[in-house]
């Protein structure tokens, strides 16, 4: 198991449980359904397939789904904020769905992070920072990795996650993005065990139990309970140096 920031408003969940699915894409709010200034055709036309997108995929028909967001990305070529926040929202549904049953979808959703990762680039503003959004690129990474079962590719995949989680770490201190960070953390204690690093998992564990006391996240049992795991798999190790990994 692993954890979606909490922007997905994902806090737990199985990589094949059909809620995500519904949480996912629960987003409270639509910064492209807020603009009152949408007078075109192809405007107010998105605006009708974003929420058709939206009940197919509440639904968990995702095979109805994705074409309309594809199309309501497509009809907000003349607003490019309102695309990019679409863009990003597609990728979290790409995300959820790739882990419940298309993992060749993986490619997709980070896709449409990249593109939002240059928008931001441009200079231009959203209400996704760059940490946030290289935290959803680096989940692709981190769930991929536990549907392969090549080990270089999976190496590959573990590695492109730490360095995305890692890279997000200072923008979520900055932004006082608490409960983000403790999840990336979190994330990164997860993404350490499956390379073998235990002692780092731990470490990036014991990071996250702090957070979660310091700002009273309401995580802290369950990351506590980690944590302990965690070093329950260590203390065999170091009472028999021989054992072997």
């Known amino acids: 198991m692993h954890k979606h920031l909490s922007y997905l408003l994902v806090l737990f969940y199985s990589l094949l449980g059909t809620a995500v ?58 607003y490019p904020s309102q695309q990019q926040a679409l863009r ?12 419940q049953m298309r993992p060749d979808l993986y490619p997709l959703a980070r896709a449409q992070f990249q593109s939002v990762l240059n928008y931001l680039d441009s200079g231009a503003d959203l209400p996704q920072s760059v940490a946030r959004v290289q935290s959803a690129m680096a989940h692709t990474y981190h769930q991929q990795a536990a549907t392969e079962k090549e080990s270089v590719q999976q190496a590959h995949l573990l590695r492109s996650a730490y360095l995305l989680y890692k890279g997000a770490i200072d923008g979520l201190n900055e932004q006082g993005e608490w409960q983000n960070l403790a999840i990336t ?40 309970d980690y944590l302990a795991s965690l070093r329950g798999q260590v203390e065999p190790i170091l009472q028999n140096p021989e054992t072997a990994l």
């Open 88 to 99: 990003y929202r597609y990728g979290i549904v790409l995300n959820a769905f790739s882990a």
């Open 185 to 224: 953390y979190f994330n990164l204690g997860q993404v350490c065990e499956w390379q073998g690093n235990l002692e780092e998992a731990i470490a990036w564990l014991e990071k996250t139990v702090q957070l979660d006391l310091r700002h009273k996240l309401p995580d802290l049992q369950e990351d506590s």
């Open 21 to 78: 699915l519904v949480t996912a894409i629960s987003l409270t709010a639509n910064p492209w359904q807020q603009k009152s200034a949408y007078h075109s055709p192809h405007a107010k036309r998105s605006l009708a397939l974003i929420a058709q997108a939206e009940a197919y995929a509440r639904s968990g028909n995702y095979s109805n789904a994705l074409p309309l967001y594809e199309k309501a990305i497509s009809a907000l070529s003349d």
